[in-house]
């Protein structure tokens, strides 16, 4: 056991927070702008977060680089991505986005990275939802691991010092309100580290793990979210959570769409086929299967698939909480078709999907919403924060084109990389020492001295508010469901403050991510409350139509007098070039 004090400082010039593709592309540029730079990471590196664990049929990074089909072009890339997120997105982002693409791409293969290729030695590039041309460049399955381990394997050969299970969870700034560091729990050693610092890239990915089911690590608490929104930095988007189906146990596999293109058949725990059952006249399980991909939207039929899957595990469920699936007789050549990898993955965890019926429920993967980046470097409103990846909020509406978040690590990743690199470089006061950020401290040593007597149990409260999240801002939304989540949420932030649990040395880490994880559903809950209607991915069953009029905007949630308040926000007006400033 380690002790209540803080008993290391590491100095560098930059700090990247978190191991996925944004962090390692944030941390290979920076090295190679010449800054001194340090990965801090929660999970083992490279076993953690998405990029390094996700899978689905079809993982794929967007870039227009015209391999698939030569009329598109960057222009096109960020028409496509404007018009499923007009008025929830920054243009000029999006214009970064999609100029910047095809250049990591290009990175990526001087590193060596083989992507996919066509007979004729042009990229496979395949078409992803809202694309108007096949855009996705894929490496053999699994894009996304692929893409970290060739940056992982530079950042190596580089020398670029990387701190495993280390918890960044708070970032410590000066009275110009300029980050100075960070503080972090070195979870192997139960110590406590401050990292001297003049920028800070935060890259912690999403919060799937604020559900009971979510594809990807535990590590996944929101840490990035809640360490920005305690700097005073607004969430935007938040209510847009992608959640769909997936195999729930073993936990959890990632169903996409051409799974459901091979029609397989739904029945809940009484054997009940509830789709046939409860589909509206006109609407066939055909249809609604073939409308079917990941995320859930209420924008075509597969909306019933979805929400049935919901209710039918509300009120019949199977015994891990989903509905039973099973593949149509004769299936075997279209499954072999649609979902090789899906149905090897499935047989790696035990389940043969021609023989077996397996347990199926709605599963988080992915966070449209995140902390505000202000510049196309992804800096924000603090002086030396930068932003990269799942956490940075302004490049993803109601919907995204598919491919765009792994092309979004890559471009952040390198422009946060560089500007903070060159930021630190240029900084030439001296930083404060360890002792100034010992007041800082104080606070967290405070907070447990307070909770000496406290009883409750943090890891059971972290079961419970995940199932209430589960439960009450999944994909059917209402207001007395969403109120529920937020009476909950509060109450298990005051018994937190005001010392009710037992908080130890031993069990801090799991408070601190109890914290986090409160201020990230919180931040999900009252944009999901304030937004009273229904689009895309966000259903109020109360407020079931799209309204336009009212709601063709973002809701930005920010602490406000020391409370969480949400505000209507107004993107910038679209520029006509790519690459305007
Ligand atoms: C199943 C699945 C399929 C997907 N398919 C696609 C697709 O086809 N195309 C696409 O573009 N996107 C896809 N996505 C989304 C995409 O994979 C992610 O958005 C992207 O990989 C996120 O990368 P990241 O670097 O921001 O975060 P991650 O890769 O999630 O990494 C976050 C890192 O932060 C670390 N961390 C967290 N908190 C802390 C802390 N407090 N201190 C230190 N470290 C911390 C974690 O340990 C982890 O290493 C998919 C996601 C999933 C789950």
Redesign the pocket.
């Known amino acids: 056991m380690g002790k209540w004090e803080i008993t290391r400082t590491i100095t560098t010039d930059v700090l990247v927070?978190?191991?996925?593709?944004?962090?390692?592309r944030a941390a290979l540029t920076a090295y190679q702008t010449g800054a001194q730079v340090r990965i801090?990471?929660?999970?083992p590196?490279?076993?953690?977060?998405?990029?390094?664990?996700?899978?689905?049929e079809?993982?794929?990074?967007?870039a227009a680089i015209g391999h698939g089909d030569e009329r598109d072009e960057p222009e096109i890339h960020y028409q496509d991505t404007m018009d499923a997120g007009r008025g929830f997105i920054h243009p000029e982002l999006v214009r970064t986005l999609a100029e910047d693409a095809p250049k990591r791409i290009n990175d990526l293969i001087e590193l060596g990275l083989k992507f996919d290729k066509q007979k004729n030695g042009k990229l496979v590039q395949g078409m992803?939802d809202f694309a108007t041309y096949p855009r996705?460049c894929r490496v053999n399955g699994v894009?996304?691991r692929h893409i970290?381990n060739i940056i992982a394997k530079e950042l190596k050969k580089s020398q670029v010092p990387v701190d495993e299970h280390?918890?960044?969870?708070q970032l410590v700034t000066d009275s110009e309100k300029r980050i100075v560091g960070a503080i972090?729990l070195d979870m192997e050693k139960n110590e406590f580290v401050f990292y001297q610092t003049p920028s800070v890239i935060l890259?912690?990915?999403?919060a799937?793990h604020l559900y009971t089911y979510?594809?990807?690590?535990p590590?996944?608490?929101g840490?990035?979210y809640a360490?920005a929104y305690q700097q005073g930095i607004p969430l935007v988007n938040m209510e847009f959570v992608?959640i769909g189906p997936?195999v729930i146990n073993p936990p959890v596999t990632?169903l996409?769409g051409p799974v459901w293109k091979t029609q397989p058949i739904l029945s809940n725990q009484k054997g009940v086929r509830f789709l046939e059952q409860n589909l509206p006249p006109g609407v066939h399980v055909k249809d609604v299967n073939n409308h079917k991909a990941?995320p859930f939207t209420i924008s075509n039929k597969s909306f019933y698939l979805d929400t049935l899957i919901q209710r039918e595990s509300e009120e019949n469920p199977s015994p891990n909480g989903g509905v039973w699936c099973e593949m149509a007789p004769g299936s075997e050549a279209i499954v072999e078709e649609k979902m090789p990898k899906t149905k090897r993955v499935l047989k790696s965890k035990g389940i043969d999907v021609h023989s077996d019926k397996f347990e199926v429920g709605l599963v988080a993967?992915?966070?449209n919403g995140g902390a505000q980046i202000t510049t196309q470097d992804g800096e924000t409103d603090l002086l030396g924060l930068f932003i990269?990846?799942?956490?940075?909020g302004g490049l993803r509406g109601p919907d995204r084109p598919?491919?765009?978040?792994?092309?979004?690590?890559q471009v952040f990743?390198y422009r946060t990389g560089k500007a903070a690199a060159l930021y630190s470089l240029k900084q030439d006061s001296q930083l404060p020492s360890q002792e100034f950020c010992s007041k800082e401290f104080q606070s967290i040593v405070q907070w447990v001295e307070n909770s000496q007597n406290g009883a409750k149990d943090v890891l059971e409260s972290i079961g419970e508010l995940r199932r209430i999240m589960y439960r009450n801002c999944l994909v059917i939304r209402s207001e007395a469901r969403l109120k529920e989540a937020w009476d909950y949420l509060l109450q298990t932030e005051k018994d937190l403050e005001h010392g009710k649990y037992a908080l130890t040395l031993d069990t801090i880490k799991s408070a601190l991510e109890l914290r986090?994880m409160i201020i990230t559903a919180k931040s999900i809950v009252l944009a999901a409350l304030t937004r009273t209607e229904s689009r895309s991915c966000h259903f109020r069953e109360d407020f079931p139509q799209k309204d336009d009029a009212n709601w063709k905007r973002s809701i930005r949630i920010r602490k406000t007098d020391g409370t969480m308040a949400a505000e209507m926000y107004e993107w910038p007006e679209e520029h006509s070039k790519i690459g305007a400033k």
């Open positions: 927070v978190g191991g996925g593709g944004a962090a390692a801090a990471v929660k999970s590196w490279l076993k953690g977060g998405s990029t390094a664990t996700a899978f689905s079809l993982l794929a990074i967007a992803s996705t894009t996304a970290l280390m918890m960044v969870f972090a890259a912690t990915g999403g799937h979510g594809v990807g690590t590590d996944m608490t840490d990035g360490m992608q997936g990632l996409s990941f993967q992915c966070m990269a990846g799942e956490t940075a598919g491919g765009n978040s792994l092309a979004e690590g990743g986090n």
